[in-house]
């Protein structure tokens, strides 16, 4: 069940849409048809409502069961040993050292091209020669003439 105050926010919506389509010069929609309208709503809210509940007991999606109360459900916990404590804590330690970056993959990497070289100026061969240009900003502006005469 939805709480009251949803139910009301929704009818005192419906209520103000109803007054602004029937009583606005803009929209001037004749009562007839927001009933209409209201009424079709209405049905296809309805069988909405029921396609989504079959489909979810196709699925078998239902929903679980009423938790009364706040309090949270708490998880039962077992007391471990000692050693099963350490074989845990251990394997845990092997999956660290197992994802552990080598120093060599965690700087900044670079590569130097010989260009000085004809066939390394062809191998390595760029638009740029290293260094990123500046971009022009404004390109193929097109000024159109106005009535203004702009």
Not at 3 to 21: C, D, N
Not at 23 to 40: E, H, N, Q, T, Y
Not at 125 to 134: C, E, L, M, V
Request: with cysteine; proline share 5%.
């Amino acid at each position: 069940m939805p709480s009251w105050k949803l139910v009301l926010s929704v009818f005192i919506t419906i209520a103000v849409g109803i007054l602004i389509a029937i009583f606005s010069d803009r929209f001037g929609v004749p009562g007839k048809c927001v009933g209409w309208i209201v009424l079709a709503n209405v049905i296809i809210f309805v069988l909405l409502d029921v396609g989504k509940v079959g489909v979810r007991e196709l699925i078998k999606d239902s929903p679980g069961e009423v938790i009364k109360g706040d309090a949270l459900i708490e998880e039962k916990v077992v007391p471990e040993n000692e050693s099963t404590q350490a074989l845990k804590k251990q394997m845990r330690y092997e999956v660290h050292k197992s994802s552990v970056v080598p120093p060599s993959e965690r700087g900044v990497s670079f590569q130097v091209k010989d260009t000085s070289s004809f066939v390394g100026k062809l191998v390595n061969a760029s638009f740029t020669d290293g260094f990123i240009q500046k971009r022009n900003i404004v390109t193929n502006v097109r000024h159109h003439p106005t009535s203004m005469g702009f």
